[in-house]
């Protein structure tokens, strides 16, 4: 992937006294693209905030320039350069959300790793309590959710609104798990546990991607309820990114359920048409006893089947094409969910092992960093 980054800068991040090593850090995650409309207003909230924070934390952002065809780049630029805490990376396209999470995490040095929407869509206050759950917890993800027990949404289209939550419920039910909400961005990592995960996903599908691979590795994934409000995009102006196309998300949202439970797709229907298909061939199956019946004159038994089929197929032919249709389609789909559960099953151990490795790997790297940047210091 092809990007540049932003020089390093001296800042307080990078403290040597026993007070600032006792400090956790937390790394911002911010993507944007075309936000200069709201970059500056919002980047200095989101600063300000964190500054309060400053007596229990030390905190970096890194913002990531996904591309952006406004001048984003140039304003987080010089944004940063009055704020030391702050590290700009740079796409040269648009290459998706997804890939802009993989940047900032291969970039962000953080024990813990937070990612917010610069829209501040979930206001800044929700750092402090998915960092306080988080190392309450000691779980390795910690999402927002406005669709648990005391979350709340405000100012969002009624379409959109009903669209994410039974997407979430959908998903929810897939994972077969307590989970509220599983596509939403605004989370809290361990930061070595969300730099140890090999990503894929170049859209929004990298959340359920993450919460999937989480639960492959029985991590501990925990909520905190979250208000979800649009309200300061109606205020400025800004009409709502449309990199969420509705067929888009719909279809993401599928396939992530697909790989959470592929039962579901398969097996599940499959075994539903095989009862149907019994239902249908068992009256197929009298009107061929009824019609054997009629033809007592043939005495070969053969014979006289073969008119009681043709007798029954011309009395209700329905009862033939539904029965036997029902009945080869149950029997593939049954087949493709077993083949599926077990393409799974070698996916959780291949799963497994790369992690270990890719996992071992980042770790070694992260070590190496730290060892450096101790001698420098």
Not at 319 to 334: A, K, N, P
Request: net charge neutral.
């Amino acid at each position: 992937m092809l990007r540049t980054v932003s020089p390093r800068r001296a800042s307080s991040v990078a403290g040597d006294s026993e007070y600032e090593r006792n400090r956790p850090l937390v790394s911002i995650v911010v993507p944007a693209f075309n936000e200069a409309a709201i970059l500056e207003q919002n980047l200095t909230a989101l600063c300000r905030h964190l500054t309060t924070l400053e007596h229990e934390y030390r905190w970096e952002i890194v913002l990531v320039n996904d591309g952006s065809a406004d001048e984003t780049g140039e304003l987080a630029e010089a944004f940063a350069l009055h704020e030391p805490n702050i590290r700009v990376l740079h796409h040269v396209a648009n290459f998706g959300i997804g890939r802009a999470f993989q940047s900032a995490f291969d970039e962000c040095q953080g024990d813990f790793v937070v990612v917010l929407d610069l829209d501040l869509s979930y206001s800044p206050d929700h750092i402090e309590k998915l960092l306080a759950r988080i190392r309450e917890t000691h779980a390795q993800v910690v999402v927002a959710s406005p669709y648990m027990r005391g979350g709340r949404v405000s100012n969002v289209p009624w379409l959109r609104r009903t669209l994410s939550i039974w997407a979430n419920r959908f998903l929810s039910m897939t994972a077969r798990g307590s989970l509220s909400t599983l596509t939403g961005m605004v989370r809290a990592y361990d930061g070595r546990f969300v730099r140890g995960i090999d990503l894929s996903s170049t859209g929004m599908e990298i959340n359920p991607e993450i919460i999937y691979k989480a639960l492959l590795l029985k991590a501990r994934i925990e909520e905190v309820p979250a208000h979800l409000d649009w309200k300061l995009l109606q205020t400025v102006g800004k009409g709502r990114r449309s990199s969420m196309r509705v067929f888009r998300q719909i279809m993401s949202v599928l396939l992530a359920g697909y790989l959470f439970r592929p039962v579901m797709f398969f097996i599940l229907p499959g075994l539903l048409l095989l009862l149907f298909s019994l239902y249908v061939n068992a009256w197929m199956f009298a009107h061929f006893v009824e019609q054997f019946g009629r033809h007592a004159e043939l005495t070969w038994f053969f014979s006289r089947a073969s008119a009681a089929v043709a007798a029954a197929y011309q009395a209700a032919p329905h009862t033939f094409i539904v029965g036997i249709g029902s009945l080869m389609l149950g029997i593939q789909l049954t087949g493709l969910g077993i083949l599926a559960l077990q393409n799974q099953r070698y996916f959780e151990e291949v799963f497994h092992l790369a992690t270990a490795i890719f996992g071992s790997l980042k770790h070694a790297d992260d070590d190496e960093r730290a060892w450096g940047s101790g001698r420098r210091a």
